[in-house]
């Protein structure tokens, strides 16, 4: 067996991934974040820093950025996490493996499409562009949805409650995904600003509820009712109980869509206040799943070791139960600084959701499956402590500021700094997967000795 760096952690023994192509996904996933996600993000915060208004960035723009973040960031990181983790779980190959970089291409080629098309806007460059795009993406996406239930349907692992929730979640991407299209294909098609606003307003909170509850929550839910409980030793949920929580989730998904969407074409008040029960549902459902976890103690692993990621995956589900909290309480806030809708309150949500849960929820997991079927050993790494403290110091001063906009403009000169500060985060995390994932990829030639297989994914 080779000698072990001990610097670096790096094992020149690397375990044969299943599907080798995550690296593509997770490669251009971290591009996009990088990119048009805190990157483009960060130039927002410097337009309201200098406008001092939460409102001082085009929609189309904010619609560009959200396009590739969705699908660009958190749904290829979806896709590549997928193709690697599941066939394990379900102890079968993947199933149509070449479909892989087939399905890579027509997601991010659709993905910029649809951003373009935003920036575009009302020129027949952005119509056509949402017609191709749309398309192109609903294909890969379906070819992805095809890939892993034809995976699970010839693996011999029993159908339970975390394969449907993996499912369900997959199958939400199925279904918003040409939503998206339609959305944009309304927006790209309106006559003045203050229709794109009324579309915008009725049709694009409900489809972020699909998207981020739908496919973002359940697939968390699933992945961390497998994973973690192999990872740490917190208490596994019963099957029953996650059963009920695939249930109250989805019924609150659809429930909060429909009731947004029909109070927005009502205009009706009364309406609106039964987006009340889908939120608590939501919000108690993510309770009962996390509170024997114990988020606020320190996690340690089956030996006793307390592992990088555990810190990650703990803040994750806090800030996710923040950003429920927030979203039931946003009617209040908006009645408290009287306005009919808060902008800032409501872009501080979708940030603690995005940033906070789903972001800091994949880093915790990039943090040891990358490393691990890479060859190199999670545990003689470094502890991403600065990543940690980057991230989560700049989300919530980001938050706050955010928050605090509407009422004291000034407050708005802090928004640069905590986009800094995240995108730093972010970019310190990348260059250590990328080193990962480059050290596995040159363990992979027929050159490279062979050694010791290290613990992998669906192992207990």
């Given at each position: 067996?080779?000698d072990?760096t001990?610097?670096?952690?790096?094992?020149?023994?690397?375990?044969k991934?299943?599907?080798?192509?995550y690296?593509?996904?997770?490669?251009?996933?971290?591009?996009?974040?990088?990119?048009?996600?805190?990157?483009?993000?960060?130039?927002?915060?410097l337009?309201?820093?200098?406008s001092?208004?939460?409102?001082?960035?085009?929609?189309?723009?904010?619609?560009?950025?959200?396009?590739?973040?969705?699908?660009?960031?958190?749904?290829l990181f979806?896709m590549?996490?997928?193709?690697?983790a599941?066939?394990?779980?379900?102890?079968q190959?993947?199933?149509?493996?070449?479909?892989?970089?087939?399905?890579?291409?027509?997601?991010?080629?659709?993905?910029?499409?649809?951003?373009?098309?935003?920036?575009?806007?009302?020129?027949?460059?952005?119509k056509y562009?949402v017609?191709?795009?749309?398309?192109i993406?609903?294909?890969?996406?379906?070819?992805?949805f095809?890939?892993?239930?034809r995976?699970?349907?010839?693996?011999?692992?029993?159908?339970?409650?975390?394969?449907?929730?993996?499912l369900?979640?997959?199958?939400?991407?199925?279904?918003?995904?040409?939503?998206?299209?339609?959305?944009?294909?309304?927006?790209?098609?309106?006559?003045?600003?203050?229709?794109?606003?009324?579309y915008?307003?009725?049709?694009?909170?409900?489809?972020?509820?699909?998207?981020?509850?739908?496919?973002?929550?359940?697939?968390?839910?699933g992945?961390?009712?497998?994973l973690?409980?192999s990872?740490f030793?917190?208490p596994?949920?019963?099957?029953?109980?996650?059963?009920?929580?695939l249930?109250?989730?989805?019924?609150?998904?659809?429930?909060?869509?429909?009731?947004?969407?029909?109070?927005?074409?009502?205009?009706?008040?009364?309406?609106?206040?039964f987006?009340?029960?889908?939120?608590?549902?939501?919000?108690?459902?993510?309770?009962?799943?996390?509170?024997?976890?114990?988020?606020?103690?320190?996690?340690?692993?089956?030996?006793?070791?307390?592992?990088?990621?555990?810190?990650?995956?703990?803040?994750s589900?806090a800030?996710?139960i923040?950003?429920?909290?927030?979203?039931i309480?946003q009617?209040?806030?908006?009645?408290?600084?009287?306005?009919?809708?808060?902008?800032?309150?409501?872009g501080?949500?979708?940030?603690?959701?995005?940033?906070?849960?789903?972001?800091?929820?994949?880093?915790?997991f990039t943090?040891?499956?990358?490393?691990?079927?890479?060859?190199?050993?999670?545990?003689?790494?470094?502890r991403?402590?600065?990543?940690f403290?980057?991230?989560?110091l700049?989300l919530?001063?980001?938050?706050?500021?955010?928050?605090?906009?509407e009422?004291?403009?000034?407050?708005?000169?802090?928004l640069?700094?905590?986009?800094?500060?995240?995108?730093?985060?972010?970019?310190?995390w990348?260059a250590h997967?990328?080193?990962?994932?480059?050290?596995g990829?040159?363990?992979?030639?027929?050159?490279?000795?062979?050694?010791?297989?290290?613990?992998?994914l669906?192992?207990?």
């Amino acid at each position: 067996m080779s000698d072990v760096t001990l610097n670096t952690g790096v094992i020149p023994a690397n375990p044969k991934p299943t599907a080798p192509e995550y690296r593509a996904f997770f490669a251009t996933a971290l591009f996009v974040i990088l990119t048009t996600g805190a990157g483009w993000g960060l130039w927002f915060l410097l337009q309201i820093a200098m406008s001092g208004r939460v409102t001082g960035v085009g929609l189309h723009e904010i619609n560009a950025h959200a396009q590739t973040v969705i699908y660009g960031f958190l749904g290829l990181f979806i896709m590549g996490f997928a193709y690697q983790a599941f066939p394990r779980l379900w102890n079968q190959p993947l199933a149509h493996r070449s479909w892989c970089m087939p399905v890579l291409l027509l997601t991010t080629g659709g993905v910029a499409m649809l951003a373009v098309a935003e920036l575009q806007a009302e020129t027949t460059l952005g119509k056509y562009l949402v017609i191709v795009g749309g398309v192109i993406q609903t294909i890969g996406v379906g070819l992805f949805f095809f890939q892993l239930f034809r995976t699970f349907r010839e693996g011999k692992t029993p159908f339970n409650a975390v394969t449907a929730m993996l499912l369900t979640a997959a199958g939400f991407l199925v279904i918003h995904t040409p939503l998206n299209a339609w959305h944009t294909w309304n927006l790209v098609n309106t006559e003045s600003k203050y229709e794109a606003i009324y579309y915008t307003s009725v049709y694009q909170p409900a489809l972020r509820y699909l998207q981020f509850h739908g496919m973002v929550l359940l697939m968390i839910f699933g992945v961390s009712s497998r994973l973690l409980t192999s990872f740490f030793a917190i208490p596994k949920p019963s099957e029953r109980k996650l059963w009920v929580i695939l249930t109250v989730v989805t019924i609150c998904v659809f429930a909060e869509a429909g009731i947004f969407v029909a109070f927005r074409l009502l205009e009706d008040p009364r309406i609106a206040a039964f987006l009340l029960l889908p939120w608590a549902g939501l919000l108690a459902a993510s309770i009962a799943l996390v509170w024997p976890w114990k988020i606020w103690r320190t996690w340690k692993d089956q030996v006793g070791r307390v592992e990088r990621m555990g810190k990650f995956a703990r803040a994750s589900y806090a800030w996710l139960i923040v950003s429920l909290l927030m979203t039931i309480a946003q009617p209040g806030w908006s009645h408290l600084i009287d306005t009919y809708f808060s902008h800032g309150w409501y872009g501080a949500s979708r940030q603690a959701f995005t940033v906070g849960f789903a972001t800091m929820m994949i880093i915790a997991f990039t943090s040891k499956v990358v490393p691990t079927l890479n060859g190199v050993l999670p545990t003689a790494l470094p502890r991403l402590n600065s990543v940690f403290v980057l991230v989560n110091l700049g989300l919530l001063l980001h938050i706050v500021a955010q928050i605090a906009t509407e009422v004291y403009p000034i407050s708005a000169r802090v928004l640069p700094i905590a986009g800094v500060m995240q995108w730093m985060g972010l970019m310190l995390w990348a260059a250590h997967l990328i080193h990962c994932m480059i050290h596995g990829m040159r363990a992979d030639r027929p050159s490279a000795k062979s050694g010791v297989s290290l613990r992998v994914l669906g192992q207990h």
